[in-house]
């Protein structure tokens, strides 16, 4: 099994910048990607940005040319360096870890409790 721990979640002011972490911990072959996903309230989830154990990348075009994403595959972590915030991505950030083939998940998704981030205008 795996286990997800988020951090670096805060206050910024817009333009700001935050850096995420996630360190997983479990059986590191349950899985060959990690990533970021954003919940604000009453909007559904969505993708910001996954890497796989490939070091292929994905993001979402809202984060395109502001968010990067890295891992530490000594230390089982996954980075999300976030720049230029904006009010907009104001959200819970949780991190992801699973099976990724093409973009698509397979077998089962593990989920950290969220950091929360909040962006003033």
């Known amino acids: 099994q795996v286990q997800l721990v988020e951090a670096g979640g805060g206050l910024v002011q817009a333009g700001g910048s935050l850096r995420l972490s996630c360190a997983a911990s479990g059986s590191a072959a349950s899985f060959n990607a990690m990533g970021w996903y954003r919940q604000a309230p009453g909007k559904q989830r969505e993708l910001v940005a996954t890497?796989?154990?490939?070091?292929?990348?994905n993001y979402a075009d809202s984060v395109k040319g502001r968010f990067t994403i890295s891992r530490d595959k000594a230390k089982n972590a996954v980075y999300l360096q976030m720049n230029s915030l904006k009010p907009e991505d104001t959200a819970v950030y949780y991190c992801?870890?699973?099976?990724?083939?093409?973009?698509?998940?397979?077998?089962?998704?593990?989920w950290g409790r969220g950091t929360l981030v909040t962006v003033s205008s």
């Open positions: 890497i796989t154990s490939g070091d292929s990348t």
């Open positions: 992801y870890a699973g099976i990724l083939v093409l973009g698509k998940h397979y077998g089962r998704d593990y």
